[in-house]
């Protein structure tokens, strides 16, 4: 066997942070292997979600979930739970009383006992949670995207989803997750929204930076601005849904504008290899790093963000095999001593 096969992810990294990802119930059998090889956290990429866990008011379908539950546990593996309070996957039911619109308080009450219900049921189950999801504008306007929750609630509907969390899930650490976070004008709103909460005494505890970045739009430089930044103001960082895409996020063009490159290949490896090298030299800071699937045969991408078109944006390829970026990252960490 290759040397470099030998060290994996996970304890390659051991003294800097948890390496890991997300996992579906299709992923935990398709990539077993890798899975229990290299990773030591995860995620579900949707079974934790408010509509796979409580489709109607008061009826919980907890069984995907458990099952990915189960598997992290019995491989030892530390669990994020992800998103309840999000733009998507929130049945419209929940947002309606009786034909009508609900009310504030009606809405509220809602948050409290779908995550009562949920805390009882994981109680000691996850350590971490991204509990308020992409709740920022990418647009010019105002800094809180539209949704439901701001809509009928109002803006403290982030503070308050925080506050009922925090009741039902004392030992739990607390995340605000996002994405485009190394655009400038996205980051100086994330920090804004964070900082407030902070000085409002909302139980956050860290920040997960989802890392959904492309070789067109995203430098290393503002990648390092970023954690920098939230580092400064004493939270936590998860690097939570990293993956690299070979096009710009405004190409979503089907058939491919251009085939992947050898090029474009060595610019993702440098994004994968300088993200990586960054958390190494935040360590202090930074927990975890995880990557949004396993492997290039499961990506979202492929699937959703331009369906159909190929964009190898993982760690390990389609036919399941390490790839040489991946055996690069295991060697940048051996090889650390800052
Ligand atoms: O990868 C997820 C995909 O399977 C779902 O259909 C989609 C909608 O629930 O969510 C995707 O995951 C998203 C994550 O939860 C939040 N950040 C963006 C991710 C990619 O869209």
Redesign the pocket.
């Known amino acids: 066997m290759d040397a470099r096969e030998m060290v994996s992810l996970s304890e390659a990294h051991k003294k800097f942070f948890q390496v890991g990802a997300?996992l579906s119930n299709e992923s935990i059998k398709r990539h077993d292997a890798i899975i229990k090889k290299h990773f030591n956290c995860a995620v579900a990429?949707?079974a934790m979600?408010w509509g796979p866990i409580e489709p109607k008011e008061g009826i919980f379908t907890f069984a995907e979930a458990d099952e990915i539950v189960k598997y992290s546990h019995d491989n030892q593996m530390a669990l994020r739970a992800?998103?309840p309070i999000?733009h998507?996957?929130v049945p419209d039911d929940v947002f309606m009383d009786g034909g009508k619109p609900a009310s504030r308080e009606h809405l509220i009450e809602r948050i409290d006992s779908h995550t009562k219900a949920f805390c009882e049921h994981f109680k000691g189950q996850f350590s971490s949670w991204d509990v308020v999801?992409?709740a920022i504008n990418d647009f010019p306007g105002e800094d809180l995207r539209q949704s439901k929750w701001l809509e009928l609630i109002g803006p403290d509907y982030i503070d308050i989803a925080y506050h009922i969390a925090r009741q039902y899930a004392p030992d739990v650490q607390l995340f605000y997750?996002d994405?485009n976070e190394f655009v400038p004008y996205k980051r100086e709103r994330m920090l804004k929204l964070v900082k407030g909460m902070l000085d409002r005494g909302v139980p956050l505890d860290g920040m997960g930076l989802?890392a959904?970045v492309n070789i067109v739009e995203c430098n290393l430089d503002e990648y390092e601005r970023t954690v920098e930044a939230f580092a400064a103001l004493g939270l936590r960082i998860h690097i939570t849904?990293m993956d690299v895409n070979p096009y710009s996020l405004r190409d979503r063009v089907f058939p491919p504008s251009s085939p992947i490159t050898e090029e474009m290949h060595q610019k993702q490896e440098q994004l994968y290899r300088g993200i990586f090298d960054i958390c190494r030299r935040y360590s202090d800071v930074v927990d975890a790093v995880l990557t949004?699937g396993v492997a290039d045969d499961m990506t979202?991408l492929d699937?959703?963000?331009c369906a159909g078109r190929e964009h190898q944006p993982l760690l390990f390829d389609q036919n399941n095999n390490i790839k040489k970026w991946t055996e690069q990252i295991i060697e940048d960490a051996m090889r650390y001593n800052g």
Do not use: S
Request: hydrophobic share 35%; glycine share 0%; aromatic share 24%.
């Open positions: 997300c990429e949707n979600k992800h998103a999000w998507m996957m999801n992409e997750n994405y989802q959904h849904e949004w979202w699937r959703e963000f």
